[in-house]
């Protein structure tokens, strides 16, 4: 059975990536399981200068999922490199240093420092806000989407993969400004806007007011955006949100993902990446599949 998929002339060994902000930068998860049995990690967000992130509450529960306020907490890209690099480098994975920022100079200057590491790919975190330009996300909407990317792309040796959020007019027209401003590839979903609120204390439960939602609850939202971007651009796409078993993830391929990501799965069930892998193999068993890659974009409509 081939597992194998091609991203960008990179070989992953499968098609499951653990998602950024969820898996940190491996160290903690690697007493789980053998991180080489992934297809890849994202590690969590770097930027320029160390960010403390957003003041607690910053996680709660939801139906079906869970919101995040976390704020992009980490200690910068320089402490990255020299902290998170060593372990790192000795897995056999492939990597995706995911970069965050609030100008498109920061943007620059962390893709300009990752250049002569270990990293496979970058991925440009675009849901963050524009600080220049009124604090409206870069992933909004497509004109600052092709500005970022274009300058990014310019200083980046790996694959440039375009991350990115669903809290927009319309997905598929963001996809193609990635696509034409030089992205290599797209993954999304980042997470939904969403809030949610304590009545007995009549105050909002993150303290950050809203955040983030992710989990199963975004899973129908994330795979109408995978198939609607798979239909307008011609790159790779990475698939994400609410992905919990093998045949979730077998969804995201047959709307035309390459791979997935999985990510709250994490902070549920530490060790759920494996069963995801398992669930991929036990489907393809059932449906007498031999290789992956017939599953791509194999959705009958
Ligand atoms: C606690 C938490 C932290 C996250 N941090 C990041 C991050 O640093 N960079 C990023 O691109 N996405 C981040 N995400 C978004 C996830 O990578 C993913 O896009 C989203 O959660 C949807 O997938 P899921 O439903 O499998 O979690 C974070 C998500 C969570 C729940």
Do not use: W
């Not at 549920?268 to 398992?278: H, K």
């Amino acid at each position: 059975m081939n597992l194998k998929v091609d991203i960008c002339g990179k070989t992953l060994k499968n098609p499951v990536i653990a998602a950024s902000g969820c898996f940190g930068f491996g160290r903690e998860m690697s007493i789980q399981y053998d991180l080489n049995t992934l297809g890849g990690i994202a590690l969590k967000a770097v930027t320029a200068q160390k960010r403390i992130g957003n003041p607690p509450p910053r996680i709660a529960e939801t139906p079906s999922g869970m919101l995040n306020a976390v704020g992009l907490q980490n200690s910068g890209v320089d402490q990255f490199i020299v902290k998170e690099m060593p372990f790192l480098d000795k897995l056999d994975t492939i990597l995706f240093a995911n970069v965050a920022g609030s100008t498109i100079e920061e943007y620059i200057e962390v893709t300009e420092k990752l250049q002569n590491i270990a990293v496979d790919f970058i991925e440009l975190n675009i849901s963050c806000p524009n600080v220049k330009e009124g604090g409206n996300a870069f992933g909004a909407e497509p004109d600052t989407i092709y500005k970022v990317v274009k300058q990014v792309k310019k200083v980046s040796k790996q694959p440039l993969i375009v991350k990115l959020s669903p809290n927009t007019v319309d997905i598929a027209a963001n996809a193609v400004a990635a696509q034409e401003a030089g992205a290599d590839g797209i993954s999304l979903i980042n997470t939904l806007i969403g809030m949610s609120v304590d009545v007995d204390r009549k105050r909002p439960i993150l303290a950050n007011i809203s955040g983030g939602l992710s989990g199963p609850a975004i899973k129908p939202v994330a795979l109408s955006m995978v198939y609607k971007v798979a239909q307008a651009v011609s790159i790779p796409i990475i698939g994400m949100g609410g992905i919990m078993t093998g045949r979730d993830a077998v969804e995201f391929l047959l709307c035309g993902a390459t791979a997935v990501m999985c990510g709250t799965l994490n902070l549920i069930e530490p060790d759920g990446i494996p069963n995801v892998i398992a669930g991929i193999e036990e489907y393809m068993t059932q449906h007498k599949i031999d290789d992956i890659n017939e599953l791509i974009g194999g959705l009958i409509v």
